[in-house]
Structure formats: C-alpha cells, structure tokens
C-alpha cells in the first residue's frame, strides 16, 4: 500500500512511499551511495566499494524495505528486521526535505521499530534519532564487520515518544 507523504515537507514534489522489491535493488543502491558519500566522510572509499558490492546480493535482501519515491523514482529508503531498522538512508538531494523523518515514522508506527544502531561518527544520524525519541543505551568500538567504527546502539524512549 502506498503512503502520501504531504508536499509541504518536500517543497514541490510530495513522496510515496510503497513496499520495496527487489527490482528496486539497483535503484536503492544509488540512493545508498549519494547518502553515504554525503554524510560517512569518515568511511574510506576501500571500504565503501566492498560495503556496496554487498548491498544487493546480501544487505538489502535480508530486510523488509520501504521506499520514498517521487514520480515514480526512489529517493529514500528504510530496512528493518524483527522492530530494528538496519538501514534508512535519503539521496543527498532530498536531505532536509522529511523524506527520513517520513521513513522513520513510518517504521516506527507501522512495524513497531524500537533499535537503531548508528555510527559514531556520523553526528547528523546521532542528533536525528535522537529527536525522534531515541536514546543511546550502549556502544560498540568496531561495526557488525568488525570494522573499527564506532556504533552507538540506540533504543527508542517510549515514555517520551508517546
């Protein structure tokens, strides 16, 4: 089922957002990669390639995806797993345009999303799960890959959200 997002919190266009397939898989790839090269300065381009290289054979097929899209093309996307959200990540030219903040309540609302694991080093992500009633209950020196960044495991605050 498709889901109107209202147009005043994207300027011109209004977005859907819809159940993702795996036809949407190159698409999502690119909106991964405008993301990442956007706001993971701190994440080598070596590893970059090899995160990339995985995402559709491996990343993206292990969760339930929901897209944003607008005429018909993805600008976003969220992937979540057992009341997790894996991944959410916005094309750098929908930033700051509530195509994430409709994701996120989407997630939340709808599949009951309540942890959140996000790089340290990523102060943007932080500060934005943070005012949507998430809080930082623990931390990691290295990412699930044993790569050494940091990862601030996050859990929504219930009490304030509600």
Not at 71 to 100: I, K, N, W, Y
């Amino acid at each position: 089922m498709a889901v109107g997002v209202p147009s005043e919190h994207l300027g011109e266009a209004a977005a859907t957002l819809r159940a993702g397939h795996r036809d949407d898989f190159p698409a999502l790839v690119r909106v991964w990669r405008s993301a990442v090269d956007a706001t993971h300065h701190f994440l080598p381009e070596v590893d970059r390639e090899s995160i990339q290289a995985l995402l559709a054979s491996e990343y993206l097929p292990a969760v339930r995806l929901t897209v944003a899209e607008i005429d018909g093309r993805p600008v976003g996307f969220a992937g979540t797993s057992d009341r997790r959200l894996e991944m959410l990540f916005v094309h750098d030219s929908m930033r700051g345009r509530g195509v994430g903040s409709t994701l996120i309540g989407h997630v939340v609302r709808e599949e009951g999303v309540v942890v959140v694991d996000v790089n340290e080093q990523n102060p943007a992500a932080v500060n934005f799960y943070t005012s949507r009633g998430f809080v930082i209950v623990g931390r990691s020196d290295h990412d699930e890959a044993g790569r050494p960044y940091p990862i601030l495991h996050m859990s929504r605050d219930v009490t304030r959200a509600q």
